[in-house]
């Protein structure tokens, strides 16, 4: 078993044109830099891309919108990206907007071998339109299925030849659920440490979820928001 | 006077008790944590997965990876807690979060919601407001009473795509308090010197003034 790769064009291996890809992050927060950079080199387009955002204009998947590689978005929230909605309201790309807690379950619910889950997030509303509603104790609630993706891209803080992963702070937020929903799972980690060094109480996701994993390189953290307080 | 941004958010804070966990949106809302009163704690939740949500941090001590929903760089508080985002909506959804405040483009006078969608003009999402709406258990919206072409935002029927129904308990504009009751708006309280007149030329739906209204205090 050898689950560490050279680099992220390594890691995508096998990624082709017309694939359904997740991508951790949180906006900018915790995304897989050097796996998006490696798919923007390598030119795979036609994708479906599973992210909670779409990045900015000139960062993410920003950089995969700009090369036209993405056919479709399925996300939460898009509002940060003007070449988005520029393509969106051209008809270039195609969107499904999805209430950020269903996406997240939908993810899990793949990962926990669930093929669907009822969620409560948008009755009465438009995302209703079409699902199965069914009455608990009262409430109506709608069928969500789990997703189904040909790779998961995640990014990890630290993590080991095993593939265990542990995330910092908030830039854990979609990656565990997405790494467990991959039918080929690729972590990209901040630090590559050994076997042993990670303690078994301190993992977040084992590394039964992982196939790939290597140490990326470079990471910029952009910031979208910058906001401080002074000091007295 | 219509109250200021900062009033409003001053005007719900008062609403806070002792012990609740608190989920506050991009906006208004986020500016409540600044008025939080002298004595009552609460745990601020941020949906992209941290419970305990604390001030920006000082000047060269923001870090990318600790984020609240809106983006913003902030830190933790001792007994903060990280977590994914799906024990967050998990924790949400559940009925653990015990106020949920938002901003809104429209209000119906039986507490639907609106404030995701602008079809043909606006897409940017909903984030995680639909989550919210759903399942909190109680919702407060902060909002301006009209929009910027002086149209009521307080309405017999949302216009725009909604995001909950029949889910607010209470708005809060710049002209006063309102609860959302079988009878429509009902107004609790208006800003100093806002007149009920006033209030009632500018709200379209429902309107019930209590018999006990009287002046907002901060």
Same mark, same amino acid.
């Given at each position: 078993m050898n689950k560490v790769v050279a680099n992220a064009d390594e890691a995508i291996k096998g990624i082709e044109s017309g694939m359904t890809l997740m991508l951790g992050g949180f906006g900018l927060c915790g995304i897989p830099e050097n796996c998006i950079a490696a798919l923007v080199r390598k030119g795979v387009n036609n994708l479906t891309c599973i992210s909670n955002n779409a990045g900015v204009d000139d960062f993410g998947i920003g950089l995969m919108l700009q090369q036209k590689q993405v056919k479709k978005m399925i996300s939460s929230y898009v509002g940060e990206n003007a070449e988005f909605e520029r393509q969106l309201l051209s008809g270039e790309l195609e969107v499904e907007l999805i209430p950020q807690g269903t996406l997240a379950t939908r993810c899990m619910a793949s990962g926990y071998g669930m093929p669907a889950v009822y969620l409560l997030a948008g009755v009465g509303t438009e995302v209703a339109e079409g699902k199965e509603v069914r009455n608990f104790n009262g409430k109506d609630y709608l069928l969500e299925y789990a997703f189904d993706s040909d790779f998961a891209i995640v990014k990890a803080w630290k993590g080991d030849a095993q593939g265990n992963l542990v995330f910092k702070d908030t830039a854990r937020n979609f990656n565990p659920m997405m790494a467990m929903a991959g039918k080929i799972t690729i972590a990209e980690v901040e630090e590559l440490v050994p076997v042993g060094e990670l303690h078994p109480n301190e *993992?977040?996701?084992?590394? *039964? !979820?992982?196939h790939r994993i290597f140490q990326g390189t470079d !990471?910029?953290?952009? *910031?979208e928001q910058r906001t401080t307080r002074k000091k007295n | 006077m219509a109250l200021n941004k900062e009033q409003i958010a001053q005007r719900i804070a008062k609403e806070l008790q002792d012990g609740f966990y608190v989920n506050l949106g991009i906006g208004i809302p986020t500016l409540v944590a600044n008025y939080i009163p002298e004595g009552v704690n609460v745990v601020l939740q941020s949906e992209n997965g941290l419970l305990g949500m604390g001030p920006f941090p000082f000047e060269g001590d923001e870090d990318a990876d600790l984020i609240n929903a809106g983006k913003q760089t902030i830190t933790t508080l001792p007994g903060s807690a990280f977590f994914d985002s799906a024990m967050s909506f998990g924790m949400i959804r559940a009925g653990k979060v015990d106020l949920t405040v938002l901003g809104a483009m429209e209000v119906s006078d039986n507490g639907d919601i609106a404030n995701w969608k602008i079809p043909g003009k606006m897409v940017k999402g909903m984030g995680g407001a639909m989550d919210l709406v759903a399942a909190a258990k109680n919702i407060i919206v902060a909002m301006q009473h009209t929009n910027p072409k002086g149209e009521s935002k307080l309405l017999p029927k949302c216009s725009l795509p909604l995001t909950g129904v029949k889910c607010v308990k209470k708005v809060v504009t710049d002209l006063g308090v309102f609860d959302i009751t079988p009878d429509g708006f009902r107004c609790l309280e208006y800003a100093p010197g806002v007149t009920i007149d006033e209030i009632k030329v500018k709200t379209a739906g429902r309107l019930v003034i209590a018999d006990d209204v009287k002046e907002m205090t901060f």
């Open positions: *993992i977040h996701t084992p590394g *039964i !979820y992982v !990471y910029e953290k952009r *910031i | -």
